[in-house]
């Protein structure tokens, strides 16, 4: 564990929950546009649902495999982009591994903010309506982003508020990893929602809202720690 990566984190975790905060502000009016967004938000709906009938019974549905093979293909396609060569991918029911010749922070923490599923539905949609047209399937595809971002963030939460993993551990640490992957979802998100609904959101707004809540919450923090320390003098002086 990096000490510089330590304090980058400690630095950076308020940008973080502020721009979760604005991702908030943001994009929840968007999504309100039922109109627009209901096929998303349906199959956002069928996965919750799926996932609670899996919580509920005490069944895993294939849930965890499912995810243990997105994880692990994540890593793989990370570190193709990386320009690092992947020599074994394996897939186990509770578990996985990848082999690769070297890693970065890209690398370890790719499964925690790449939708793998969402881009893997997008390709099959930009290909299929290549030959088709694009009007009739896009409601399809909007359901089938819905699900698969609801798998990624449900699943992302369930991993990250359990027991730290090795990916965060090597990647700096889950002071460093946490922030990094809060931001990095967030900025995600709010481009997917920008691609599918060109018309519901501003991106120069919404980075907008973000840099705002984070200036609101540097200057609450050093306005804080200000009184703190001033108080701490009155005390010790007295």
């Known amino acids: 564990m990096s000490p510089a990566r330590t304090i980058t984190g400690i630095l950076i975790a308020p940008a973080a929950a502020a721009a979760v905060w604005a991702t908030l502000l943001t994009l929840g009016p968007a999504l309100g546009r039922l109109e627009v967004t209901f096929p998303l938000l349906a199959g956002a709906l069928a996965f919750l649902l799926l996932h609670a009938a899996g919580a509920v019974s005490g069944r895993d549905l294939g849930n965890k495999r499912l995810y243990v093979t997105a994880h692990e293909l994540s890593h793989a396609l990370a570190a193709l982009l ?97 922030p990094v992957v809060l931001l ?36 609450a923090i050093f306005s804080a720690a200000v009184y703190l320390f001033n108080t701490a003098k009155i005390y010790l002086r007295s």
């Not at 923490?109 to 290549?130: E, H, S």
């Not at 399809?140 to 508020?161: M, P, V």
């Not at 967030?186 to 984070?214: I, N, R, T, W």
């Open 184 to 219: 990095l979802n967030c900025a995600g998100f709010a481009a997917a929602l920008k691609l599918m609904f060109p018309e519901l959101l501003s991106f120069k707004a919404y980075l907008s809202q973000v840099l705002s809540c984070q200036k609101d919450f540097y200057r």
């Open 82 to 178: 990386s320009g690092v060569k992947v020599r074994k991918i394996a897939v186990r029911r509770q578990s996985g591994y990848v082999l690769t010749d070297s890693t970065n922070t890209f690398i370890s923490l790719a499964p925690y903010f790449i939708p793998f599923y969402t881009l893997a539905a997008a390709l099959v949609y930009w290909t299929a309506a290549r030959f088709y047209g694009a009007a009739p399937l896009r409601p399809w595809f909007l359901a089938a982003a819905g699900f698969t971002l609801a798998f990624h963030l449900l699943h992302t939460a369930d991993i990250l508020s359990g027991p730290v993993q090795s990916d965060l551990k090597k990647a700096g640490g889950l002071l460093f990893s946490l």
